[in-house]
C-alpha cells in the first residue's frame, strides 16, 4: 500500500471486490448486487405465494459475499441451508430510468451464480415482517462463476438452468420461464435505484430448492452461459 493511501485513512480499505472474466486476466469490479426474489412461477408457488404478475422484489446481498474459490463455508445460526440456481447479469453502465428497450445496451456480460440462503432465518423475517438480511446477505452468500461478456455470448433469453447436488438433480427450469425478463428488471430496478457499471443482478431461481450439508458438492449450470461448482465445507 501506497504512504498516501496509508496517510489518507484511518485503517487499511477493504479489497475490492471483483469478479474474473472468462478466458482473460482481467477483473470486473463489483459495486453492488442486487436479487430478484421469486421470478419463476413454479418457485413462487413452492414458497407459498401467489404466481402471478405482481411487480417484482428486491433485496441485496454484499459484494464481500461473492465466493470465487469454489469452497462455501456452511454458515452460523442456521440449520435449513438452501441452495438458489440462478443467472447473473453484470452491467458496464447504469442509470435512472432506463427503458426496457436500451437495458440490453448497459450489460457487460453473464455469470451463473447461487443465492445461498439461510430459509430459516428468511422465514422467520417473512413471518415478522422483518428485513430478509439475515436470510439472504450473510458471509459467503454469493458463490459465483466467473464472467462472461456479452460480447463473446450474446444476450441468453432461453435455456436451461439447472443445479445438481453430488450428481442428483434438484433445480431445473429454463430462462423463458421468468415472469421478468432481464431487461424489464434493468428497467425497472432503474426506476428504483441508480445503477451503475459493477453492478451485478441475480435474477431468481426456478423451483427445486432444497437444503445443503457440508460435503455437498453443488453442480449448476445455465445454457448458454456456463458451468460451474462448489463444495460445501
Ligand atoms: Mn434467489
Known amino acids: 500500500m501506497s504512504s498516501e493511501i496509508r496517510d489518507r485513512y484511518v485503517f487499511a480499505p477493504s ?30 408457488v413452492e414458497m407459498g405465494a401467489d404466481p402471478t404478475r405482481e411487480l417484482p422484489f428486491f ?28 443467472l447473473v447479469v453484470a452491467l458496464a453502465g447504469g442509470g435512472r430510468d432506463i427503458p426496457a428497450g436500451r437495458a440490453l445496451d448497459h450489460i457487460y456480460g453473464y455469470a451463473v451464480g447461487l443465492d445461498m440462503t ?17 436470510g439472504k446477505a450473510f ?10 461478456p456479452a460480447s463473446e455470448i450474446g444476450h441468453p433469453s432461453a435455456g436451461r438452468v439447472a443445479l445438481s ?5 434438484r433445480q431445473k427450469g429454463d430462462l423463458d420461464q421468468l415472469i421478468w425478463k432481464v431487461p424489464e428488471i434493468i428497467a425497472y430496478l432503474s426506476g428504483l435505484f441508480e445503477l451503475a457499471a459493477g453492478d451485478l443482478i441475480f435474477t431468481g431461481t426456478p423451483s427445486g430448492v432444497g437444503p445443503v450439508r457440508r460435503g455437498d458438492l453443488l453442480e449448476g449450470s445455465v445454457e448458454g452461459v456456463g458451468t460451474f461448482a462448489v463444495r460445501v465445507v
Open 118 to 134: 439461510r430459509r430459516d432465518l428468511q422465514n422467520e423475517a417473512k413471518q415478522h415482517g422483518r428485513p430478509w438480511e439475515a
Open 165 to 169: 447436488v453430488n450428481g442428483e438433480l
Open 15 to 44: 479489497a475490492q471486490a471483483a469478479l474474473p472474466v472468462r478466458g482473460t486476466d482481467r477483473l470486473f469490479p463489483v459495486r453492488r448486487i442486487y436479487c430478484v426474489a421469486r421470478n419463476y412461477a413454479a418457485h413462487a
Open 139 to 148: 458471509e459467503h452468500s454469493a458463490p459465483c462463476s466467473p464472467l462472461v
Open 59 to 86: 433485496f441485496q446481498k454484499n459484494p464481500d459475499n461473492l465466493v470465487l474459490d469454489g469452497l462455501f463455508p456452511y454458515p452460523s445460526a442456521t440449520s435449513d441451508l438452501h441452495h438458489e440456481i440462478e
